[in-house]
C-alpha cells in the first residue's frame, strides 16, 4: 500500500504493537486443545469475578452498571467491575469510525485489519481507563483503614489499577478464547454470566431479606421455590387476595418473568435455525455440492451487545453529570434534570433522557403503572410510562440496525468478502459463471436485506424482552444473548469437530 494513502493509524500501529498480546497459533490447534482453554478461561473468569478489589469499602460502592451488569459480563466490587464494557466501547468507537470513512482502511485487506486490531489493544486501554477513574473518584469508595495506610489519592490509584489490571486480562482471555478456543471469549463471559443470574433467579431459596424468617412478605427469592412455599403456607382467602399477585407479578423473580425467559429461549431457538440456503456446485469435482446458509439472524448477537453498551454508557454519564461533585458543576451538562436525574444512593434514572433511554424491569415497570397510575413508587404519568416504551424499542430496534450493518461490514460478512470466500473454496452457484463478481451480485440481493432484518429483530426480541421480565434479574437483552451464544457455541464445535475428522474442509470454513 503506498504510503500517502495509508491512514494516520500506521503512525499508532508501533506503540500499539507493543502491548501485551496473545499470539496466534501457527497452525490447526486440535479440538480437544481449543475445549480445554475455553473451560481455564471460564474457571479464571469466575475466579477473577468472586475476587474483591482490595481497599474498597464495599458497604459504600455504588454499582454505575446495575442495571446492564449481566450483558456487561462483570461484577460489582470485583476485579471484574468493568466487565467487557472498554472492549464493547473501544469496538463501537472503532467501527463508526471505519463504517463513516473518518478512518480509512479497508479491514478486507490483511495489512488494514492488522493496524485496525493492534490500535483496537491501545483503545481498549484508553477505555479502561476513562471508564474507572470516573468510577473510582465518584461511586468506588476506599475502606477508612486502607487510606490511611497509604492516603486518599494512592487508595484511588490503587483501586484504579486492580480494575484496569482484571479489564486487560479480560481483554486477553477473549483474545485467547477467539485464537486458541472456540467461539468469541466477550460471547462466552456473557452466557456465563446470565446462566450463573438465571440459576440462582429460578432456585434461590435463600429468604428475600437476608436473616428474617421466610413469611409471605418475605418469601424464598427463587422463583420455584417461592411458588411451592406461597402454596405450601397460603390458605385460599390468602391465594386469592394476594398469594397469586405475590407469584405471578411481585418482584423478584416472579412467575410471569420465568414464563417470559423460557418464551425469548423458544422464539430465539426457533429464529436462529430460519435462514435461506443457497445451492453450491464446485467447479473441479463434479457431483460434489453444498450449500451457503444465510440465517434469518445473520448479524448474530453482536449488534444488542454494542446497543447495550452504548446505553449503559449514557447511563453512566448521566449519573456523573447529576451527582458528581465535579461534573455537576459543568454548565448545561452539570445537573441537568433533562439529560437525566437520579434519586440518592440509586443508580438508575428517575427521569430525564436517560430514564427514557434505559430498559424497563418487566411489566411492574410500566404496564401497572399505565393501568394503574396511583400504585405505589409511581411518579409518571400513564403517557409518560407509555412515551418511554415507545422510545426504548424504537432506540433499540433502529440502533441493532445501524450496529449489524457495520458488523457485517467490518468483519467480512459482506457481499463481497463472502463471494471471496466462496469462490477460494473452489465453489459456485449451479448456472452462473465461476466469477466472484458475479457471486457478489447474487448475493447483494439477500445480505444486506437479511442484514437490516436481522439487526431489527434481534432488537425487538431484546426490547420485548425488557418489557416482559425475567428471571434472576439478567435482563431481556441478556437471555436473548445467552440463547444465541449457546446455539452459535454448539455450532462452532460441531464446525470444528468437522475440520477435525476432514481437513479438507478448513480451507471453505477459514481455518488454518
Known amino acids: ?24 497459533p501457527e497452525g490447526h490447534v486440535h479440538f480437544r486443545t481449543k475445549m480445554l482453554w475455553v473451560l481455564v478461561v471460564l474457571v479464571v473468569y469466575f475466579v477473577m ?5 482490595y481497599g474498597l469499602d464495599q458497604a459504600k460502592a455504588l454499582d454505575l452498571f446495575a442495571q446492564y451488569r449481566t450483558i456487561m459480563a462483570g461484577a460489582s466490587g470485583t476485579l471484574m467491575q468493568l466487565g467487557i464494557g472498554p472492549i464493547v466501547t473501544a469496538s463501537i468507537i472503532m467501527q463508526l469510525f471505519v463504517g463513516a470513512k473518518i478512518i480509512k482502511l479497508d479491514l478486507t485487506n490483511k495489512e488494514d485489519k492488522g493496524c485496525y486490531q493492534s490500535v483496537l489493544k491501545l483503545l481498549v486501554i484508553v477505555m479502561i481507563l476513562f471508564e474507572s477513574v470516573p468510577q473510582v473518584f465518584g461511586y ?26 482484571g479489564s486487560y486480562v479480560l481483554f486477553l482471555m477473549d483474545e485467547v478464547v477467539s485464537k486458541w478456543g472456540i467461539g468469541s471469549g466477550i460471547s462466552l463471559f456473557i452466557a456465563a454470566g446470565v446462566a450463573q443470574a438465571l440459576f440462582t433467579g429460578t432456585l434461590n431459596w435463600n ?17 420455584i421455590p417461592k411458588v411451592i412455599y406461597i402454596l405450601a403456607t397460603c390458605t385460599p382467602a390468602q391465594l386469592s387476595s394476594q398469594g397469586y399477585e405475590i407469584m405471578f407479578l411481585s418482584q423478584p423473580n416472579p412467575v410471569i418473568a420465568l414464563l417470559g425467559t423460557l418464551l425469548i429461549f423458544l422464539v430465539v431457538a426457533y429464529l436462529e435455525s430460519t435462514r435461506i440456503e443457497l445451492p453450491l456446485s464446485h467447479g473441479n469435482a463434479r457431483g460434489a455440492r453444498g450449500r451457503y446458509p444465510i440465517k434469518l439472524i445473520y448479524a448474530s448477537n453482536i449488534p444488542v451487545i454494542l446497543m447495550s453498551a452504548l446505553l449503559a454508557n449514557i447511563s453512566m454519564f448521566a449519573l456523573l453529570f447529576y451527582s458528581n461533585d465535579l461534573l455537576s458543576g459543568i454548565p448545561l451538562l452539570g445537573s441537568n434534570s433533562y439529560i437525566g436525574y437520579f434519586e440518592e444512593s440509586s443508580t438508575q434514572a428517575a427521569g430525564g433522557l ?14 401497572v403503572p399505565i393501568l394503574n397510575p396511583s400504585v405505589s413508587g409511581n411518579i409518571h404519568s400513564p403517557l409518560m410510562n407509555l412515551m418511554r416504551v415507545v422510545i426504548y424499542v424504537s ?8 450496529f449489524a450493518k457495520f458488523w457485517v461490514e467490518t468483519t467480512n460478512l459482506g457481499p463481497r468478502a463472502v463471494a471471496a470466500q466462496i469462490q477460494k473454496s ?49 435482563s431481556g437483552t441478556g437471555v436473548l444473548l445467552t440463547v444465541g451464544i449457546l446455539i452459535h457455541f454448539y455450532e462452532a464445535m460441531g464446525k470444528e469437530q468437522m475440520m477435525e475428522m476432514n481437513p479438507v474442509l478448513r480451507g471453505f470454513f477459514g481455518g488454518e
Open 1 to 24: 500500500m503506498a504510503e500517502e494513502t495509508r491512514s494516520l493509524l500506521y503512525k499508532v500501529k508501533p506503540i500499539s504493537d507493543r502491548l501485551p498480546a496473545v499470539k496466534r
Open 49 to 53: 469475578a468472586n475476587v474483591s478489589v
Open 140 to 165: 468506588l469508595v476506599p475502606s477508612s483503614s486502607f487510606q490511611g495506610a497509604v492516603g486518599l489519592g494512592g487508595a484511588r490509584a490503587l483501586i484504579i489499577l486492580q480494575i484496569a489490571l
Open 207 to 223: 429468604p428475600i431479606t437476608s436473616g428474617a424468617d421466610y413469611s409471605l412478605s418475605n418469601p424464598p427469592a427463587g422463583t
Open 354 to 367: 436517560a430514564w427514557y433511554l434505559s430498559a424497563p424491569s418487566g411489566i411492574t415497570d410500566w404496564l
Open 395 to 402: 432506540v433499540m430496534i433502529l440502533g441493532s440496525v445501524l
Open 426 to 474: 473452489g465453489m459456485q452457484i449451479p448456472g452462473f459463471r465461476r466469477d466472484p463478481r458475479v457471486l457478489e451480485r447474487v448475493l447483494e440481493r439477500y445480505i444486506p436485506a437479511v442484514t437490516v432484518m436481522s439487526g431489527a429483530i434481534v432488537g425487538a426480541l431484546a426490547a420485548f424482552a425488557d418489557l416482559v421480565g425475567t428471571t434472576g434479574n439478567a
